[in-house]
């Protein structure tokens, strides 16, 4: 049987950057992933797609993998409109230091220089289904579904909200079932997004919109099950036509380009990260509302937190202290950010006049007080 320092369960855009991240520290890694982990990038854009932090884009620079993203859409601003209110925000660069808030990036175009830069490293990707978890004195014994089984002293929990790590070693999660539904598609537009990111709140929805390029974007909306269920009904062509009015047209009409997907929204939070020579990292641990678009960045974050810990610690790999640490690192922030996306939707989702009118009323506080402002982006960043 083939022993490993660190084994990852999961070769997403997390579990990569870990792997690549710890083998810079020249760790023995493996790590085993039963789909394809080098995903082909069409002319096509794709429709899942993540909202990039500059902290985000530093651990990636960090890591060689920035410059070698085939494609990513830089935004200076973010504007934000209510249905039911006096009320709109608009967060931008006009008085900050850095030119951009983010990238609207394919996750598989990152996953994609990800995978390239591992290709340099001893990481061995093993193509297969975690079976089975046996916790030894020295680790963990894995075993796989194709017969085989590995070694390892510490393992990595990286295989997404429905984690069978988290499963099968026992984690408990808390769970919060929003009832809503988020629709994904990608559409073309008569006007030009300006390299901002929109968000519209309606009466019973969410709409965003994340700029792919001057008249492309990924659209991302958020509505309770029997309206999500009634739009995903519709032919593209009327789905296009409701979507362009729940924006006010200010795009002109919209053409919808790609497949209308929707995927249940669901908080989901361990309640731990870690156990002895085990660590959760990204959706294993936390997953939260599509709100702001931080899910992939919580994991990024977690990643540099774990691998921060790993190396500035002599003690034995996978050491339940040095992990308990990671754990308390992230956990707060973590928690701070669903949390927030909670209320946030809850907040949009009440319509009743005098919340109507504070939220409005909110709204143009922040956006009138630039200092006040400066601080909320900066948080939301990681630049705070």
């Not at 939260?288 to 921060?308: M, R, T, Y």
Request: glycine share 8%.
């Amino acid at each position: 049987m083939k022993h490993f320092d660190l084994v990852i369960v999961g070769g997403g855009m997390v579990g990569q950057a870990l792997a690549l991240s710890l083998a810079k520290q020249s760790f023995n890694i493996a790590i085993i992933e039963p789909n394809n982990p080098n995903p082909t990038l069409n002319d096509e854009f794709h429709t899942r797609v993540s909202a990039i932090t500059p902290k985000s884009e530093q651990l990636l620079t960090d890591l060689g993998v920035w410059s070698n993203i085939k494609r990513k859409q830089a935004f200076a601003a973010t504007e934000v409109w209510d249905q039911n209110s006096h009320g709109s925000l608009k967060f931008d660069t006009e008085y900050e230091t850095f030119n951009h808030l983010g990238h609207i990036v394919e996750n598989d175009a990152i996953q994609l220089a990800l995978y390239q830069s591992l290709q340099a490293t001893q990481v061995t990707f093993i193509n297969a289904k975690v079976v089975g978890l046996t916790k030894q004195d020295n680790g963990y014994q894995i075993q796989l579904d194709n017969q085989t089984a590995i070694g390892c002293q510490l393992l990595v929990g990286a295989d997404g909200a429905r984690s069978k790590v988290r499963e099968i070693t026992g984690i408990v999660t808390t769970d919060t079932d929003y009832q809503q539904k988020a629709i994904v598609c990608n559409i073309k537009a008569k006007k030009n997004f300006n390299k901002t990111t929109w968000q519209r709140f309606l009466s019973n929805s969410i709409i965003a919109l994340l700029p792919l390029g001057e008249y492309e974007a990924s659209i991302v909306w958020s509505a309770g099950n029997t309206l999500a269920d009634e739009l995903m009904q519709l032919s593209k062509e009327e789905f296009a036509k409701r979507l362009s009015a729940g924006v006010e047209y200010r795009f002109g009409e919209f053409e919808v380009v790609s497949d209308i997907q929707a995927f249940p929204l669901i908080e989901r939070s361990a309640q731990t990260y870690v156990k002895e020579q085990l660590a959760l990292v990204g959706d294993a641990a936390h997953n939260i509302h599509p709100l702001a678009g931080q899910g992939v960045n919580l994991g990024f974050a977690d990643v540099i937190e774990l691998s921060k810990q790993l190396g500035s610690n002599k003690s034995k790999l996978g050491d339940y202290g040095v992990l308990r640490k990671y754990a308390r690192a992230r956990r707060l922030d973590n928690e701070l950010m669903a949390k927030t996306m909670t209320s946030l939707n809850w907040i949009y989702k009440e319509n009743n006049e005098p919340l109507r009118w504070l939220r409005g009323f909110g709204m143009n506080v922040i956006n009138d007080n630039p200092t006040l402002k400066s601080f909320l982006q900066k948080h939301a960043l990681g630049n705070s």
